[in-house]
């Protein structure tokens, strides 16, 4: 027993690497006495992590598709004005075959492909269909934590004899009931950790389902472009070509102290990225830590009552999804580009709120602070950070407004059936 033991990695925390041979761990202190390591290794076999990662395919398209089905099999994207500078938020798969993508201005995606149909946005609604699956994906698997609007991971760890110990054909029931539930398509990953999980989504997007087992972690990456590894962004990913590295399995031949040496402590994730080391720790609720928006313009404006018009709709916009999550904001952030792009920001600590008209009057301050009604400004953007529950906020004595939150919830339910453009609260 001492023998097989001692293949164990000791980490410097003083935590011991599980040793895949014997499946078990010994923790901290105890590792370094005798007697307790012979207790602690009769607890053999700790369970497999079992996580999967769960991404809904072309969120917004799909779900301006319930509402309106002749965009289905389409070339569609949801996204900004195409006469101006808006950009593509969700691409359809129909039209991402023209290479069409995320992020892209509206403009250059219909040149690449003149049919593509633009629809806007319907941002109380994707949160509201968000907080729906959420909530639904809590009676499937014991702990589920959002990591964006429309991905989360699931945490079956444990639960194999409840699914006839077979996850992964589970994993295929998943995706079924929130077709059939939800009309959404999605793609769903099942591995030992969420960085393979997540890694692994992408491989089968959409509509595909997959299961990494367990040790083959490595074996799995190899093949995959650099690029696949959350964390290596364009930047990173030129370098690492640049000096002749394309795939996951050139990065797994570099040794951890070279990888540092090149990238700094960066390079050290990368190393255990690439080897297929992650997290399996799944968060019962990830905590959102910000919920921004923000407008390029067709055209560069001054004028301030302009400005505040536009801001105005951005902080409709990020109040109702702070609502649909039952927050309340704390701080208010406030982001201006001029056409020179210079970018400024400025934010303002408030009494926790979620009522529009409280944070448009934080945000338009803030907007009086940078702007002198005069420079030509590109963008404007507002963020909300900070944030406490609605239950917290009543706690923390600050005085509620029943009257204001009725109003407001019942503005957000008709923004949800009629869209963000079907009901306007005025801007003074
Ligand atoms: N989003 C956005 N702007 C971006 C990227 C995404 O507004 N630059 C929004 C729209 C997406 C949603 O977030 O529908 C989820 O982002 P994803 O990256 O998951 O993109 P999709 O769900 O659209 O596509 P995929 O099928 O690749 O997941
Ligand atoms: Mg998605």
């Avoid at 023998?3 to 000791?10: E, G, H, L, M, N």
């Avoid at 691409?91 to 149909?117: D, F, H």
């Avoid at 998943?174 to 793609?187: A, Y």
Wanted: proline share 5%.
């Amino acid at each position: 027993m001492e023998s097989r033991r001692a293949k164990d990695v000791q980490d410097p925390s003083g935590i011991c690497l599980p040793d895949p041979a014997v499946g078990s761990y010994t923790v901290g202190i105890a590792a370094q006495i005798p007697y307790i390591r012979e207790e602690i290794l009769r607890v053999d076999n700790m369970p497999r992590t079992y996580i999967a990662h769960l991404d809904l395919d072309c969120f917004f398209v799909s779900v301006e598709r319930i509402n309106d089905p002749s965009l289905r099999g389409k070339a569609v994207v949801v996204g900004g004005s195409a006469t101006g500078r808006g950009v593509v938020a969700s691409a359809s798969y129909e039209a991402r075959k023209y290479g069409v993508r995320s992020a892209m201005p509206t403009g250059q995606a219909l040149r690449l492909c003149p049919n593509l149909i633009v629809v806007g946005g319907h941002h109380g609604e994707y949160s509201a269909y968000s907080q729906r699956l959420y909530e639904r994906m809590l009676k499937v698997a014991p702990v589920v934590e959002r990591a964006s609007i429309d991905e989360m991971y699931l945490d079956f760890t444990g639960c194999e004899s409840l699914y006839g110990n077979d996850l992964p054909a589970y994993m295929k029931e998943v995706q079924k009931l929130i077709k059939t539930d939800f009309s959404l398509p999605c793609t769903i990953a099942m591995a030992s950790n969420k960085l393979v999980a997540k890694i692994a989504t992408d491989t089968v997007k959409p509509e595909g389902c997959i299961y990494v087992p367990h040790g083959t972690e490595e074996q799995f990456l190899s093949p995959l472009s650099i690029s696949a590894i959350p964390g290596v962004g364009k930047k990173t990913a030129d370098f690492l070509n640049r000096k002749g590295f394309h795939k996951i399995s050139d990065l797994q031949a570099v040794p951890l102290k070279d990888m540092v040496d090149m990238l700094g402590a960066h390079g050290g994730w990368i190393h255990q990225a690439s080897h297929g080391r992650g997290s399996s720790t799944v968060g019962a609720e990830h905590t959102r830590k910000s919920i921004s928006r923000e407008e390029t313009f067709p055209e560069d404006i001054s004028r301030t009552e302009e400005l505040e018009k536009i801001l105005f709709a951005l902080v409709e916009s990020v109040c109702s999804t702070l609502r649909s999550h039952q927050f309340k904001s704390r701080t208010v952030t406030l982001k201006l580009r001029t056409s020179g792009f210079e970018t400024f920001t400025r934010r303002q600590t408030i009494e926790p709120t979620n009522y529009d008209p409280t944070i448009f009057c934080s945000a338009k301050e803030l907007l009086g602070k940078i702007h002198d009604g005069r420079k030509p400004i590109r963008l404007i953007g507002v963020g909300l950070s900070n944030f406490t529950s609605e239950a917290q906020a009543e706690l923390d004595l600050f005085p509620k407004s029943d009257k204001h939150e009725k109003v407001m919830q019942a503005i957000d339910r008709l923004r949800e059936k009629y869209g963000d453009e079907s009901i306007k609260i005025g801007t003074v």
